[in-house]
């Protein structure tokens, strides 16, 4: 069966009332989260996660993906409303947007984000389609060795690309390890790092660790700022609909944009971050005529809001590749997802498309319903996402903190998770506090066992002899990979900044 | 993620100047932004992971030994994991030392501990069987008093509303078994 065969599979999973129905949520909800400020995809994610239990993991699924999808289309809303971006994927989109909005063409910028959202998202959703198959192909073929091969690289890219310091994300890394360690050793039944504690001699839930990082702490770290909650929003001024004039400019930047963000989506450098950043650099170097002043004269030009706003779209999708065909997290709210999946005891990776293609195409293909449900709804119902912003902020993160709490009493039925949401909590807080990345601490606890175990089976096999993970070339490359994806981009600054003050000599 | 500290304050504000975004070096102040003053706070981050990885070693160490085609039992992961917290524990140390953690704005500790407050006191009401709802509404009360909002009244009112609503649609829309109190029993019979 060739990939046409399986989308059209899958979009009859993906027509079903049902999913429809949890790709409609997602995108609203995504949306919603993406509008305000101070909550991305990735903490939405979070307090879904111990609710989704009772939805089934095909539409858990696919309502992740949407809420995924919805907030890099709703992160642009308050870019251009309030120049306050709601998640680090649109803090390109503000520039212009922002100076658009304030010389009252706020609704074509709006425009030009949700048409641009739509276009990246389609082009990256096929990407992933037609990509994801034949990475699937390769990975058939990996064994221990490459798999733990895999896992370094995930662990070493995670911790270098999320934030700036490496040795903090790597420390935020091992403290994510040590939670992994907490519970029942699966190969021997050995207890570690329980201290008699009954609940902690099962494995912690993925989801408190989850939700007490990214939920608990993040409230703790908002209220532990002396701020005035209350931005004034721009209105929405002018038609939302582009004309020709408009579609022409955009265009190009959309292309360019989808094909930047497709490119680095994939890529293990966290996500939205750099595509978009790029497509902005490249619109604003390419502008002429009527751009050219718009970006010169500090009027907002529309390339600067399309370009980047198809790159993050096109970049949710790419990231998609690597956490479905290897099981790989390159973003915060891939993470997320990942331990969606493994709360159903699904493991993404190679065998996730043979033993369950009708989850996986089935969200494949509801990535496209809910790309298009995105631009169906959101266009006209601007108004009603702008009015969000305008939720007092004490009662929305106290309604947050509600939420996250009830999540995990209700999935796991003990008051004694909540002290550990409280641990975590804390810990999330001191981390966001002194600046490390708390990405890594999530995947690190999910991907932790899973490297053990990889590494435990292959000196099982090969009687203790650790020369086993070197000796494979598809390891050896990923360990590569991996090497010039944490020093690679620090080599190259040091080789400019070298190139830069010998030409500053002569 | 650490960029996203500016985005979670609410108020950015971005410079329209677009500074390429600057790749760090190590062994210079490594996010570029240190304050240059030793950091008491960074240094009592060192410790604590110095003491996370003694009690990972530790606990370790005291599992039996078995003996097995691996060579290694349980105990090698543990082992690797707290050689490379004592390393990064160094490295803090000296970044603490040298002042290369950033300046932090000023905390509201008030803030901070409503919030504390609010989940320890859900903690113990639920521990004393008070039940979910009552619970709820204590937490949503106090940690929006954490956020600055002094309307108590009004705050118990909407915690009351917003925890009774989701009860009802946890309970009986999804499922979820939440912690029974009177309040919750009392709902269980109207409804039955």
């Given at each position: 069966?060739d990939?046409?065969?399986?989308?059209?599979d899958?979009?009859?999973?993906?027509?079903?009332?049902?999913?429809?129905?949890?790709?409609?949520?997602?995108?609203?909800?995504?949306?919603?989260v993406?509008?305000?400020?101070?909550?991305?995809?990735?903490?939405?994610?979070?307090?879904?996660?111990p609710v989704?239990?009772s939805f089934?993991?095909?539409g858990?699924?696919?309502?992740?993906?949407?809420?995924?999808?919805?907030?890099?289309?709703?992160?642009?809303?308050?870019?251009?409303?309030?120049?306050?971006?709601?998640?680090?994927?649109?803090?390109?989109t503000?520039l212009?947007?922002?100076?658009m909005?304030?010389?009252?063409?706020?609704g074509?910028a709006?425009?030009?984000a949700?048409?641009g959202?739509?276009?990246g998202?389609?082009?990256?959703?096929?990407?992933l389609?037609?990509?994801?198959?034949?990475m699937?192909?390769?990975a058939?073929?990996?064994?221990?060795?490459?798999?733990?091969?895999?896992?370094?690289?995930?662990?070493?890219?995670?911790s270098?690309a999320?934030g700036?310091?490496?040795?903090r994300g790597?420390?935020?890394l091992?403290?994510?390890?040590?939670?992994?360690?907490v519970?029942?050793?699966?190969?021997?039944?050995?207890v570690r790092?329980?201290?008699?504690?009954p609940?902690?001699?099962?494995?912690?839930?993925?989801?408190?660790?989850?939700?007490?990082?990214?939920?608990?702490?993040?409230?703790?770290?908002?209220?532990?700022?002396?701020?005035?909650?209350?931005?004034?929003?721009?209105?929405?001024?002018?038609?939302?609909?582009?004309?020709?004039?408009?579609?022409k400019?955009?265009?190009?930047?959309?292309m360019?944009?989808?094909?930047?963000?497709f490119?680095?989506?994939?890529?293990?450098?966290?996500?939205?971050?750099i595509?978009?950043?790029?497509?902005?650099?490249?619109?604003?170097k390419?502008?002429?005529g009527?751009?050219?002043?718009?970006?010169?004269?500090?009027?907002?030009?529309i390339?600067?809001?399309?370009?980047p706003?198809?790159?993050?779209?096109?970049?949710?999708?790419?990231?998609?590749?690597p956490l479905?065909?290897?099981?790989?997290?390159?973003s915060?709210?891939?993470?997320?997802?990942l331990?969606?999946?493994?709360?159903?005891?699904?493991?993404?990776g190679?065998?996730?498309?043979?033993n369950?293609?009708?989850?996986?195409?089935?969200?494949?293909?509801s990535?496209f319903?809910?790309?298009?449900?995105?631009?169906?709804?959101?266009?006209p119902?601007?108004g009603i996402w702008?009015?969000l912003?305008?939720?007092?902020r004490?009662?929305?993160?106290?309604?947050?903190?509600?939420?996250?709490?009830?999540?995990?009493?209700g999935?796991?039925?003990?008051?004694?998770?909540?002290i550990?949401?409280?641990?975590?909590?804390?810990?999330?807080f001191?981390?966001?506090?002194?600046?490390?990345?708390?990405?890594p601490?999530l995947?690190g606890?999910?991907l932790?066992?899973l490297a053990?175990?990889?590494?435990?089976?292959?000196?099982m096999?090969?009687?203790?002899?650790?020369s086993f993970?070197?000796?494979?070339?598809?390891?050896?490359?990923?360990?590569a990979?991996?090497?010039?994806?944490?020093?690679g981009?620090r080599?190259?600054?040091?080789?400019?900044?070298?190139?830069?003050?010998?030409?500053?000599?002569? | 993620?650490s960029?996203?500290?500016?985005?979670?304050?609410?108020?950015?504000?971005?410079?329209?100047?677009?500074?390429?975004?600057?790749?760090r070096?190590?062994?210079?102040?490594e996010?570029?932004?240190?304050?240059?003053?030793?950091?008491?706070?960074?240094?009592?981050?060192?410790?604590?992971?110095?003491?996370?990885?003694?009690l990972?070693y530790s606990d370790?160490?005291?599992?039996p030994v078995?003996?097995?085609?691996?060579?290694?039992?349980?105990?090698?992961?543990?082992?690797?994991?707290?050689?490379?917290?004592v390393v990064?524990?160094?490295?803090?140390?000296?970044?603490?030392?040298?002042g290369?953690?950033?300046?932090?704005?000023?905390?509201?500790?008030?803030?901070?501990?409503?919030?504390?407050?609010?989940?320890c006191?859900?903690?113990?009401?639920?521990?004393?069987g008070?039940?979910?709802?009552?619970a709820?509404t204590?937490?949503?009360?106090?940690?929006a008093r954490?956020f600055?909002?002094?309307t108590?009244?009004?705050?118990?009112?909407?915690?009351?509303?917003m925890?009774?609503?989701?009860?009802l649609?946890?309970?009986?829309?999804?499922g979820?078994?939440?912690?029974n109190?009177?309040?919750e029993r009392?709902?269980?019979?109207l409804?039955?």
């Amino acid at each position: 069966m060739d990939v046409f065969t399986f989308l059209i599979d899958g979009l009859g999973t993906a027509m079903q009332p049902m999913n429809l129905m949890f790709a409609l949520v997602g995108v609203m909800l995504g949306t919603a989260v993406g509008v305000m400020p101070g909550i991305g995809p990735a903490l939405t994610v979070a307090l879904l996660l111990p609710v989704s239990l009772s939805f089934g993991a095909t539409g858990s699924m696919i309502m992740f993906a949407g809420i995924y999808y919805g907030g890099m289309y709703g992160g642009a809303i308050s870019s251009i409303l309030l120049n306050t971006p709601g998640e680090t994927a649109s803090i390109m989109t503000a520039l212009e947007g922002n100076r658009m909005a304030r010389r009252g063409v706020g609704g074509k910028a709006l425009g030009a984000a949700a048409f641009g959202s739509f276009f990246g998202g389609m082009v990256g959703t096929l990407g992933l389609a037609l990509v994801a198959p034949f990475m699937v192909m390769v990975a058939l073929s990996f064994g221990t060795a490459e798999y733990f091969a895999l896992m370094v690289l995930s662990f070493m890219t995670v911790s270098a690309a999320f934030g700036g310091s490496m040795s903090r994300g790597l420390t935020a890394l091992f403290i994510g390890l040590t939670i992994g360690l907490v519970g029942t050793d699966k190969l021997t039944g050995q207890v570690r790092l329980a201290f008699g504690v009954p609940e902690m001699s099962d494995n912690i839930s993925i989801a408190i660790v989850a939700v007490g990082l990214f939920a608990i702490g993040e409230t703790m770290y908002l209220a532990s700022q002396h701020i005035n909650h209350k931005t004034k929003a721009q209105a929405v001024s002018g038609s939302v609909w582009l004309n020709w004039e408009d579609i022409k400019r955009c265009i190009k930047p959309y292309m360019r944009g989808a094909g930047l963000g497709f490119l680095f989506g994939p890529l293990p450098t966290g996500g939205a971050e750099i595509p978009t950043f790029l497509s902005y650099t490249t619109e604003k170097k390419l502008a002429k005529g009527q751009a050219r002043k718009d970006f010169d004269e500090g009027r907002g030009a529309i390339e600067g809001v399309a370009g980047p706003e198809a790159a993050n779209n096109a970049s949710a999708a790419g990231t998609l590749i690597p956490l479905l065909t290897l099981g790989l997290p390159t973003s915060a709210t891939a993470a997320m997802m990942l331990a969606g999946f493994q709360q159903y005891g699904l493991q993404p990776g190679p065998l996730l498309f043979t033993n369950s293609a009708d989850l996986v195409w089935g969200l494949v293909a509801s990535l496209f319903i809910a790309n298009l449900m995105l631009v169906v709804l959101n266009v006209p119902l601007i108004g009603i996402w702008v009015r969000l912003l305008t939720i007092p902020r004490p009662w929305l993160y106290a309604g947050i903190l509600t939420f996250a709490t009830l999540g995990i009493v209700g999935a796991q039925g003990s008051a004694f998770a909540l002290i550990l949401l409280l641990g975590f909590g804390l810990i999330g807080f001191v981390m966001r506090r002194f600046g490390y990345p708390l990405a890594p601490a999530l995947v690190g606890a999910i991907l932790g066992p899973l490297a053990e175990e990889q590494l435990r089976r292959g000196l099982m096999i090969n009687r203790g002899d650790w020369s086993f993970l070197v000796t494979s070339n598809i390891a050896l490359t990923i360990y590569a990979i991996a090497f010039l994806s944490v020093f690679g981009p620090r080599l190259w600054a040091l080789g400019r900044r070298q190139l830069v003050a010998r030409r500053q000599e002569s | 993620m650490s960029r996203e500290d500016n985005k979670a304050a609410g108020e950015t504000r971005l410079s329209p100047a677009e500074t390429e975004p600057e790749i760090r070096l190590y062994g210079e102040d490594e996010t570029g932004n240190g304050t240059g003053l030793r950091d008491l706070a960074g240094l009592v981050i060192a410790a604590s992971l110095f003491g996370l990885a003694l009690l990972i070693y530790s606990d370790a160490a005291s599992y039996p030994v078995r003996r097995s085609y691996a060579q290694f039992g349980p105990e090698i992961f543990p082992f690797i994991i707290a050689a490379g917290i004592v390393v990064l524990a160094c490295i803090t140390a000296v970044t603490a030392w040298r002042g290369g953690f950033e300046a932090r704005d000023k905390l509201n500790l008030a803030g901070l501990g409503w919030i504390v407050a609010a989940i320890c006191a859900e903690i113990l009401m639920l521990y004393s069987g008070t039940g979910f709802i009552l619970a709820s509404t204590v937490l949503f009360a106090l940690a929006a008093r954490a956020f600055g909002q002094t309307t108590h009244l009004l705050n118990f009112a909407i915690g009351a509303t917003m925890s009774t609503l989701l009860f009802l649609l946890f309970r009986y829309a999804l499922g979820l078994a939440l912690p029974n109190g009177p309040l919750e029993r009392a709902i269980d019979q109207l409804l039955r």
